[in-house]
Protein backbone atom coordinates (compact mmCIF):
# COMPACT_ATOMS: atom_id res chain seq x y z
CA UNK A 1 0.00 0.00 0.00
CA UNK A 2 1.14 3.31 -0.90
CA UNK A 3 2.56 5.43 2.18
CA UNK A 4 1.26 8.66 0.73
CA UNK A 5 -1.95 8.34 2.56
CA UNK A 6 -2.60 10.67 5.65
CA UNK A 7 -4.14 8.27 8.30
CA UNK A 8 -6.79 8.56 10.75
CA UNK A 9 -7.08 6.29 14.24
CA UNK A 10 -9.95 3.81 13.60
CA UNK A 11 -12.52 3.11 16.23
CA UNK A 12 -11.07 -0.37 17.18
CA UNK A 13 -7.35 2.18 17.37
CA UNK A 14 -6.49 0.67 13.88
CA UNK A 15 -4.86 3.26 11.49
CA UNK A 16 -6.81 3.33 8.50
CA UNK A 17 -6.29 5.47 5.14
CA UNK A 18 -8.24 8.72 5.59
CA UNK A 19 -10.34 7.63 2.22
CA UNK A 20 -11.44 5.02 3.90
CA UNK A 21 -12.62 5.62 6.95
CA UNK A 22 -14.78 8.40 5.04
CA UNK A 23 -15.84 5.35 3.05
CA UNK A 24 -17.19 3.77 5.93
CA UNK A 25 -19.32 6.65 6.92
CA UNK A 26 -21.17 6.19 3.38
CA UNK A 27 -24.72 6.10 3.88
CA UNK A 28 -28.27 6.79 2.01
CA UNK A 29 -30.40 9.66 2.67
CA UNK A 30 -33.44 10.71 1.69
CA UNK A 31 -35.21 13.44 0.94
CA UNK A 32 -32.28 15.30 -0.77
CA UNK A 33 -32.29 19.32 -1.48
CA UNK A 34 -29.86 21.40 -2.54
CA UNK A 35 -26.74 21.84 -3.86
CA UNK A 36 -26.82 19.49 -6.19
CA UNK A 37 -22.88 18.28 -7.33
CA UNK A 38 -22.05 20.85 -9.66
CA UNK A 39 -21.24 20.26 -13.26
CA UNK A 40 -17.10 19.44 -12.51
CA UNK A 41 -17.99 17.33 -9.81
CA UNK A 42 -21.14 15.43 -11.42
CA UNK A 43 -18.43 14.65 -14.53
CA UNK A 44 -16.03 13.08 -11.78
CA UNK A 45 -19.20 10.89 -10.28
CA UNK A 46 -19.68 9.88 -13.71
CA UNK A 47 -16.18 8.95 -14.66
CA UNK A 48 -15.84 6.91 -11.58
CA UNK A 49 -18.64 4.25 -12.76
CA UNK A 50 -16.11 3.97 -15.43
CA UNK A 51 -13.76 2.73 -12.81
CA UNK A 52 -16.14 -0.31 -12.16
CA UNK A 53 -14.49 -3.59 -13.13
CA UNK A 54 -15.93 -4.97 -16.51
CA UNK A 55 -15.10 -8.40 -17.83
CA UNK A 56 -14.39 -8.39 -21.44
CA UNK A 57 -14.89 -3.79 -21.33
CA UNK A 58 -18.57 -4.26 -22.28
CA UNK A 59 -19.82 -0.92 -20.89
CA UNK A 60 -22.77 -2.65 -19.60
CA UNK A 61 -24.50 0.66 -18.10
CA UNK A 62 -26.26 3.59 -19.48
CA UNK A 63 -27.71 6.60 -17.76
CA UNK A 64 -29.57 9.92 -18.38
CA UNK A 65 -30.21 12.55 -15.56
CA UNK A 66 -32.19 15.08 -15.29
CA UNK A 67 -32.36 18.19 -13.06
CA UNK A 68 -33.88 21.28 -12.29
CA UNK A 69 -36.75 22.57 -14.06
CA UNK A 70 -36.54 19.54 -16.49
CA UNK A 71 -37.60 17.25 -13.47
CA UNK A 72 -41.28 18.58 -13.31
CA UNK A 73 -41.06 18.72 -17.54
CA UNK A 74 -40.29 14.80 -17.08
CA UNK A 75 -42.79 13.81 -14.71
CA UNK A 76 -45.13 15.48 -16.37
CA UNK A 77 -44.36 13.54 -19.97
CA UNK A 78 -44.97 10.57 -17.70
CA UNK A 79 -47.90 11.09 -15.68
CA UNK A 80 -49.63 12.49 -19.14
CA UNK A 81 -48.87 9.21 -20.96
CA UNK A 82 -51.61 6.98 -21.99
CA UNK A 83 -50.34 4.06 -20.25
CA UNK A 84 -50.28 5.90 -17.34
CA UNK A 85 -53.83 6.50 -16.84
CA UNK A 86 -55.45 2.84 -15.42
CA UNK A 87 -56.60 2.50 -11.74
CA UNK A 88 -53.18 0.64 -10.98
CA UNK A 89 -50.76 3.36 -12.55
CA UNK A 90 -52.51 6.18 -11.09
CA UNK A 91 -51.74 5.09 -7.83
CA UNK A 92 -48.25 4.88 -8.28
CA UNK A 93 -48.73 9.27 -9.99
CA UNK A 94 -47.66 10.39 -6.23
CA UNK A 95 -44.95 7.71 -5.62
CA UNK A 96 -43.42 8.75 -9.21
CA UNK A 97 -43.89 12.90 -8.05
CA UNK A 98 -41.53 12.24 -5.29
CA UNK A 99 -39.12 10.10 -7.03
CA UNK A 100 -38.81 12.57 -9.91
CA UNK A 101 -38.81 15.63 -8.55
CA UNK A 102 -37.66 15.68 -4.62
CA UNK A 103 -33.85 15.10 -5.69
CA UNK A 104 -32.18 18.30 -7.50
CA UNK A 105 -30.16 15.63 -9.58
CA UNK A 106 -31.68 12.19 -10.74
CA UNK A 107 -29.56 9.30 -13.12
CA UNK A 108 -31.79 7.28 -14.67
CA UNK A 109 -30.23 3.99 -14.44
CA UNK A 110 -30.32 1.44 -17.11
CA UNK A 111 -28.07 -1.58 -18.35
CA UNK A 112 -27.91 -3.01 -20.97
CA UNK A 113 -26.57 -6.53 -21.87
CA UNK A 114 -24.71 -7.78 -24.61
CA UNK A 115 -24.25 -11.21 -25.68
CA UNK A 116 -20.70 -12.25 -25.09
CA UNK A 117 -19.54 -15.70 -24.74
CA UNK A 118 -17.06 -15.12 -21.76
CA UNK A 119 -19.00 -12.40 -19.81
CA UNK A 120 -22.67 -13.73 -19.44
CA UNK A 121 -25.51 -10.82 -18.41
CA UNK A 122 -25.18 -11.70 -14.47
CA UNK A 123 -21.64 -10.25 -14.89
CA UNK A 124 -22.63 -7.76 -16.53
CA UNK A 125 -25.67 -6.57 -14.45
CA UNK A 126 -22.75 -6.68 -11.33
CA UNK A 127 -20.87 -4.10 -13.50
CA UNK A 128 -23.90 -2.05 -13.16
CA UNK A 129 -23.84 -2.52 -9.77
CA UNK A 130 -20.83 -1.85 -9.22
CA UNK A 131 -21.19 1.09 -11.66
CA UNK A 132 -23.76 2.52 -9.30
CA UNK A 133 -22.06 2.07 -5.89
CA UNK A 134 -19.12 3.68 -7.40
CA UNK A 135 -20.94 6.79 -8.08
CA UNK A 136 -22.78 6.76 -4.37
CA UNK A 137 -18.83 6.18 -3.47
CA UNK A 138 -17.40 9.36 -5.21
CA UNK A 139 -20.74 11.80 -4.66
CA UNK A 140 -20.08 10.73 -0.57
CA UNK A 141 -16.48 12.07 -1.00
CA UNK A 142 -17.50 14.95 -2.55
CA UNK A 143 -19.60 15.53 0.67
CA UNK A 144 -23.24 15.00 -0.83
CA UNK A 145 -25.77 12.12 -0.54
CA UNK A 146 -27.61 9.64 -2.62
CA UNK A 147 -30.10 7.23 -2.51
CA UNK A 148 -30.73 4.60 -5.14
CA UNK A 149 -34.37 3.70 -5.80
CA UNK A 150 -36.32 1.64 -7.90
CA UNK A 151 -39.00 2.51 -10.74
CA UNK A 152 -41.31 -0.30 -10.30
CA UNK A 153 -44.47 -0.53 -12.41
CA UNK A 154 -46.07 0.72 -15.42
CA UNK A 155 -44.69 4.16 -14.82
CA UNK A 156 -41.43 2.64 -14.69
CA UNK A 157 -41.75 1.18 -18.64
CA UNK A 158 -42.84 4.64 -19.62
CA UNK A 159 -40.11 6.50 -18.01
CA UNK A 160 -37.70 4.27 -19.88
CA UNK A 161 -39.37 4.96 -23.59
CA UNK A 162 -39.70 8.99 -22.32
CA UNK A 163 -36.09 8.96 -21.47
CA UNK A 164 -35.11 7.82 -25.03
CA UNK A 165 -33.92 4.03 -23.61
CA UNK A 166 -33.45 1.35 -25.90
CA UNK A 167 -36.20 -1.13 -26.22
CA UNK A 168 -33.25 -4.01 -24.85
CA UNK A 169 -32.72 -1.49 -21.86
CA UNK A 170 -33.53 -3.14 -18.61
CA UNK A 171 -34.31 0.09 -15.73
CA UNK A 172 -32.32 -0.06 -12.62
CA UNK A 173 -33.81 2.75 -11.05
CA UNK A 174 -32.63 5.90 -10.16
CA UNK A 175 -29.43 7.30 -8.61
CA UNK A 176 -30.56 10.56 -6.63
CA UNK A 177 -27.85 13.40 -5.54
CA UNK A 178 -28.44 16.30 -3.66
CA UNK A 179 -28.00 16.94 0.33
CA UNK A 180 -30.14 16.25 3.00
CA UNK A 181 -31.57 18.77 5.49
CA UNK A 182 -29.80 17.26 8.22
CA UNK A 183 -27.15 14.85 7.92
CA UNK A 184 -28.23 11.25 8.91
CA UNK A 185 -26.03 9.31 11.42
CA UNK A 186 -24.56 6.19 10.00
CA UNK A 187 -26.33 3.30 10.99
CA UNK A 188 -24.42 0.12 12.33
CA UNK A 189 -23.46 -2.10 9.59
CA UNK A 190 -23.57 -5.82 9.81
CA UNK A 191 -20.31 -6.79 11.32
CA UNK A 192 -17.47 -8.81 8.63
CA UNK A 193 -17.90 -12.11 10.46
CA UNK A 194 -21.44 -12.30 9.21
CA UNK A 195 -20.24 -12.47 5.88
CA UNK A 196 -16.98 -13.32 5.41
CA UNK A 197 -14.76 -16.37 7.03
CA UNK A 198 -11.49 -17.56 6.35
CA UNK A 199 -11.10 -20.79 5.05
CA UNK A 200 -8.82 -22.89 6.93
C1 LIG B 1 -31.29 -1.40 -6.81
C2 LIG B 1 -31.79 -0.78 -5.53
C3 LIG B 1 -33.06 -0.25 -5.48
C4 LIG B 1 -33.55 0.32 -4.29
N1 LIG B 1 -34.79 0.85 -4.27
C5 LIG B 1 -35.26 1.40 -3.13
C6 LIG B 1 -36.56 1.99 -3.10
O1 LIG B 1 -37.26 2.07 -4.11
N2 LIG B 1 -37.02 2.47 -1.93
C7 LIG B 1 -36.24 2.40 -0.77
O2 LIG B 1 -36.70 2.85 0.28
N3 LIG B 1 -34.99 1.89 -0.79
C8 LIG B 1 -34.48 1.39 -1.94
N4 LIG B 1 -33.22 0.88 -1.96
C9 LIG B 1 -32.39 0.93 -0.74
C10 LIG B 1 -31.77 2.31 -0.50
O3 LIG B 1 -31.14 2.80 -1.69
C11 LIG B 1 -30.68 2.27 0.60
O4 LIG B 1 -29.62 1.44 0.22
C12 LIG B 1 -31.24 1.79 1.92
O5 LIG B 1 -32.17 2.74 2.38
C13 LIG B 1 -30.16 1.56 2.97
O6 LIG B 1 -29.39 2.72 3.15
P1 LIG B 1 -27.80 2.63 3.12
O7 LIG B 1 -27.39 2.69 1.67
O8 LIG B 1 -27.32 3.79 3.93
O9 LIG B 1 -27.42 1.33 3.77
C14 LIG B 1 -32.71 0.34 -3.14
C15 LIG B 1 -31.41 -0.17 -3.22
C16 LIG B 1 -30.95 -0.73 -4.39
C17 LIG B 1 -29.55 -1.28 -4.43
Not at 12 to 32: D, I, K, V
Not at 106 to 128: I, N, S, Y
Request: hydrophobic share 40%; with cysteine; proline share 7%.
Amino acid sequence: MSSNHSHLVSSEGASLPEGLEQLLQRRSAWPLGLPAPNGQEFSAILQAAACAPDHAGLTPWRFKFVRGGQRHVLLERVLSHSDAQTDEAKTMHGKYTAKLTTAPLVVVLAARLKEHPKAPGFEQMLTCGAAVMNMLNAAHLLGYHGFWSSTPGALGDILKDVMGFEEQDQMLGLLNLGTPAHTPTTPPRVSAEVFAQEWV
